[in-house]
């Protein structure tokens, strides 16, 4: 799905049409010579039709009759610069400085945009400030000179230091002749999904190819190698739109992606128990607007928040990226601008949040770079905030558009498209994503979730929690077949808790600590216990100070779940047991072991729940469930468990 592509010169050509008079009556020429001024008028009527090479020949012999008709070289050079030859429009724009320096001083404005393209960005800079220094000049303009000046300024100095980068094409397996880009990728790194341009039978007016947009997908072989891509097929490609600019989830098993007739909406797909694609269903109303365009999907690893951009009403730009929660009715909450820490007045494109669910990169026309869109990264402070984009720096970012960057779980690899081999058109490239802008390295867990006696699969929820602040940093549900996977970030301690209707909640402990890679993911699978009286359930995440039954803070995310868990069946009793290794002798233990369930107890009633619901008891060293001989297995017997004594 090809980006929108700001036209900078918009503004530009609106104010030379209104100067030289091409929608008004004709102003007094400079020229004397009524020859040349009847080939203007000439051209003039030319460029109302579009019809820009008898406009263009007309200014041509128009300054062979006065080589000083300084309105025709300014006219000539903007004929130019709508047809995209930009060395002949700088050429007569420079030539018409020459003749009346300021004659028509946003010929420098004009000027400073050419050399931005080409790039030269002294030339670039000097022509935009003298720009500036006119008087009466529309605030809009300025703003947007100013904005291309600080852009020359970074990018002389960003060219001078350039940031590591060797891309890597994926290879024929992946790219082919034609034009890829736009990749999407799980968090496993084994399904990738681009979006290819292939020409289409008909052919449009003029017998010009036409072109359709579609995805293709590949999976990583057992060496770890893309096999061919192929047509994702129907029922997602359709032979009359454009389908593009996909995101998948971290699983790999749903997509969110752009469908455009005329306007672009958002549509979702889901594999079923077969591994086929499900027929694409729109978003709600409330994020395809009437009369907006919605596109460029992200999905956050967890699945409950989309980013998207929008041309909705109430933006800050053109294009700004918005997002939308997932509620609890499977709907999505209105949408939400991400307000000025993230977009502009201009336009922001291609929103991107990683596996670490906080790493946002864009890309942006709007910010300081290289002078069209350039890609940004910011981190999610808090839920509202981020952090000030920083950009990716030179040759990553060029003085062309750069959009659709995405980046591996590990936080290692950037995945993109270029054209770099002008011949091959587009391809998909990988590169090592420099260490000041990679985000935070992420692993995952992968499982099944059962029925401890059925065996039977089990749809239930996940939260992933720093245990440090107690706030859930990812949230998701498994498929209906019992798989899950859920992505961790590094350098934090977690709680997972894995829960369903009529079952005893599981938990896991991850300590990540320290830990600024994500080399290996984990694999798990969890069997839940069905609420009957004697079921028990380990809490793997409370935690003691050493030798004592004093509760550490990292407590407190388990403590309120299992709260949570007596709320939702008010008429569950529950006997708190505390276990210890065999370190120390028998009494030592059994006490400490019985201060310590009586300190979660008391923190249960404390909190709201009825004293006569919780009973407690000290098991010492007696019932083991780990080797004592071992650490891990010491580990493994320091533990508090709940048991069901009533219901």
């Known amino acids: 799905m090809q980006v929108y592509k700001p036209n900078f010169f918009a503004l530009t050509f609106a104010l030379v049409l209104l100067c030289t008079g091409l929608s008004a009556q004709m102003p007094e020429l400079s020229t004397k010579k009524r020859r040349a001024a009847k080939q203007y008028r000439i051209s003039m009527k030319a460029y109302d039709r579009n019809a820009y ?19 025709a070289h300014i006219f000539l050079s903007q004929v130019y610069q709508i047809t995209e030859k930009n060395e002949e429009a700088i050429f007569y724009a420079e030539k018409a400085i020459a003749i009346n320096p300021d004659f028509f001083p946003l010929i420098y404005f004009n000027l400073g945009t050419m050399y931005l393209e080409v790039p030269d960005y002294e030339k670039a800079q000097k022509h935009l400030e003298k720009f500036i220094q006119y008087k009466n000049l529309r605030k809009e303009i300025t703003e947007l000179a ?69 995805f293709y997908i590949t999976h990583t072989d057992a060496t770890g190698e893309w096999q061919p891509v192929e047509d994702i097929g129907h029922p997602i490609n359709t032979p009359h739109f454009n ?31 077969l591994g086929n694609w499900q027929r694409p269903k729109p978003l709600p109303k409330n994020i395809n607007l009437p009369h907006a365009s919605e596109k460029q999907p992200s999905i956050s690893p967890d699945g409950k928040t989309l980013y998207f951009v929008s041309n909705r009403k109430d933006g800050l730009g053109n294009f700004d990226i918005w997002r939308s929660h997932k509620l609890d009715n499977n709907q999505w909450s209105n949408p939400e601008n991400l307000g000025d820490s993230i977009n ?47 950009n990716l720096g ?45 985000p935070t390295p992420t692993s995952y867990i992968t499982g099944t979730i059962t029925d401890a006696r059925s065996g039977w699969p089990v749809q239930a929820n996940f939260s992933l929690v720093d245990i440090a602040n107690d706030s859930t940093i990812m949230e998701a549900e498994a498929s209906k077949n019992g798989s899950f996977l859920l992505t961790i970030p590094t350098n934090r301690s977690y709680a997972l808790f894995a829960s369903a209707p009529e079952y005893l909640y599981h938990s896991e402990h991850f300590d990540l600590s320290g830990i600024f890679s994500a080399d290996e993911p984990y694999r798990k699978d969890i069997e839940l216990t069905r609420i009957r009286i004697g079921s028990t359930m380990v809490m793997r ?40 290794d065999n370190v120390g002798n028998e009494s030592y233990n059994l006490t400490l072991s019985e201060n310590r369930a009586s300190t979660v107890a008391q923190f249960l009633v404390d ?38 004594i009533e219901i």
């Open 53 to 71: 090479t008898e406009a263009e020949q007309a200014l041509i012999k128009a300054i062979g009759i006065d080589n000083n008709f300084v309105e």
């Open 146 to 214: 100013h904005l291309y000046i600080k852009n020359c300024e970074f990018a002389i100095n960003a060219m001078n230091n350039p940031v590591p980068f060797t891309p890597v094409n994926l290879g024929p397996n992946v790219n082919t002749h034609l034009d890829e880009y736009w990749p999407s990728l799980s968090a496993s790194e084994s399904t990738l999904v681009i979006t290819v341009k292939k020409p289409i039978t008909s052919t449009g007016e003029n017998g010009v190819q036409k072109y359709q947009e579609d």
């Open 243 to 273: 389908e593009g600019a996909q995101s998948l989830t971290a699983d790999g098993q749903k997509m969110y992606f752009t469908i455009c007739r005329g306007l672009c909406d958002l549509y979702v797909s889901q594999r079923n128990e």
């Open 344 to 390: 502009t007045i201009y336009n922001e494109q291609s929103p991107f949040i990683h596996f670490d669910n906080k790493t946002l990169y864009f890309s942006s026309n709007g910010r300081v770079g290289m002078g069209k869109l350039d890609i940004f990264m910011s981190k999610m402070i808090d839920d509202t905030t981020w952090t000030t984009p920083k």
């Open 394 to 438: 030179y040759p990553i970012n060029t003085h062309q558009d750069e959009d659709g960057l995405i980046v591996n779980a590990k936080g290692t690899t950037a995945y993109y498209s270029s054209a770099v081999d002008t011949a091959m058109g587009r391809d998909i490239y990988k590169f090592e994503i420099p260490l000041d802008i990679r």
């Open 541 to 580: 995440n409370i935690f003691f100070e050493t030798d004592s039954y004093q509760l550490r803070g990292e407590s407190v995310s388990e403590l309120n779940k299992l709260t949570e868990l007596l709320n939702l069946n008010p008429t569950l009793k529950i006997e708190v047991g505390g276990h210890t």
């Open 607 to 644: 909190n709201g729940i009825n004293s006569s619901r919780i009973s407690w008891k000290g098991y010492g060293l007696t019932k083991p469930i780990g080797d004592n001989d071992t650490e891990d297995g010491r580990a493994e017997n320091r533990r508090t468990e709940i048991r069901i």
